[in-house]
């Protein structure tokens, strides 16, 4: 952007009409994190808003032999827990596409194979956390159960506890400051460890049972309202999240505070773009991933080969298949590896380089580079991609900032960026700023909101 509207604070930029376009699209995001607090919540979301934009799953397709041409919209679904749109372009798809990459999976503790027991006349499940959490954030918060379980006879059963008004919560109890004389004298790390992380679910004794009586309760609530028995968690998923809505955050309702915006900020953002995308040029996909949060591993993550095959299937059914055409597309793509930022906490200053960080309420961020301390394990994007990245920018209005994720020695971070950069395209991580990454409520500007979803528009129009 110009240097003299560089100065002038975003919001101050605004026109009314996009001040309520900015809104309705916050009001939708939030609505989305309210919904989907899991990656399979937020894959079926996704699907279900394609299918009302007009794409078709790509399997249909392939199962009645028709032969997809410019302008088709297409989707396909990996184990309901990634997808993959595509917006058919004009250009020949071995010119490549115009992507933009996020993930659908957040921290969180997921319930074991073997959790309830019962101690002290109290229900417990047994929880293994996932991600990179801080231990401590997660006890005395109320949670919700989301999740699914695949009973023997092939059936599943959907579970999601907690998010209505009427609905009872779960916890992770901690000990009283009275008692905490020792804990306290552990490290952050250790104040609260892995296995302190079991939620806490009954105190009702079953009547007429002497042992282990509020377990049986609890077994038997859930075999009369669920129809589930203690073995059908051997073959269940089921999560404890924050409970409740996402909200508006500040006097001014400027932010958005809620779960799991990182990184269903970017994956939010980079559906509605999508979605909104008409006629292209060059064909468009969104890819939204799991795993991320845990080295982009499996079947679902982004090391997997979902995202290749289904390139194949879809060259197969434009009629233009090879493995060489498939391979010169990968490598002609440009992509925007859509995740979140570390945003400027003026409480932690000593944590960050003021020059080079992300400040909430300046518009879309950029990392040119990834990694950790030495760049290890990063995606270095190129001086010429980053060059027509700010070009497109320019051209459509859009404010954004370059930043990297705090002071170099500090530690860092990884996206899906480096594994789709092995195909050799062109890639670039970028999104949105945000305060408290990691920890169960997140917080996030709604200027960034909006500029991110122009930035990621501008790109499937341009590049």
Known sequence: ???????????????????????????????????????????????????IAGYRNL????????????????????????????????????????ILGAHIDTCRLDVKQNPLYEDGGLAYLDTHYYGGIKKYQWVTLP????????????????????EDADDPVFCVTDLLIHLSAEQLKKNGAK??????????????????????????????????????????????????VPAGAARDLGFDRSMILAYGQDDRVCAYTSLVAMLETEHQRRTACCLLVDKEEIGSV?????????????????????????????????????????????????????????KNVAYLGRG????????????????????????????????????????????????????????MSLYGMQVIDSGVGVLSMHAPWEATSKVDVYETKKGYTAFLQEA
């Open 298 to 354: 499996g079947a679902t993550g982004m090391q997997s080969h979902f995202f290749e095959n289904t390139c194949a299937e879809l060259m197969n059914a434009c009629g233009v298949y090879s493995e060489l055409g498939l391979r010169r597309m990968l490598a002609n793509s440009k992509m925007l590896s859509s995740d979140v930022s570390s945003a400027y906490d003026a409480l932690y200053a000593e944590s960050y380089d003021k």
């Open 191 to 240: 104040v609260v460890e892995g296995e302190k992380l079991d939620v806490l679910v009954g105190n009702y004794p079953l009547k007429g049972k002497d042992k282990e009586a509020v377990k049986g309760g609890v077994l038997k609530l859930l075999q009369d309202k669920y129809g589930i028995a203690e073995d059908d968690f051997l073959s269940a998923e089921l999560v404890l």
């Open 1 to 51: 952007m110009a240097e003299k509207e560089k100065k002038v604070p975003v919001w101050n930029q605004y026109s009314e009409s996009e001040k309520q376009a900015l809104e309705t699209l916050c009001d939708g995001y939030k609505a989305f994190l309210t919904r989907c607090k899991t990656e399979r919540e937020s894959a079926a979301e996704a699907v279900r808003l394609a299918e």
């Open 59 to 98: 399997q249909d397709i392939i199962a009645k032999g028709e032969k997809l041409q410019p302008g088709d919209k297409v989707y396909a679904v990996n184990m309901h827990k990634a997808v993959a749109l595509f917006n058919i372009g004009d250009e020949p798809l071995e010119q490549g596409l115009t």
């Open 364 to 419: 879309m961020v950029f990392n040119k580079f990834t990694g950790a301390r030495g760049k290890s394990g990063s995606n270095d994007a190129n001086a010429e991609y980053l060059g027509e990245i700010r070009r497109i920018l320019d051209k459509h209005h859009v404010h954004f900032q370059l930043a990297e994720l705090g002071k170099v020695d500090l530690g860092g971070g990884g996206t899906i960026a480096y594994i």
């Open 143 to 162: 949670l919700a159960m989301h999740g699914m379980v695949a009973k023997k006879d092939g059936t599943t059963v959907e579970v999601r506890i907690g």
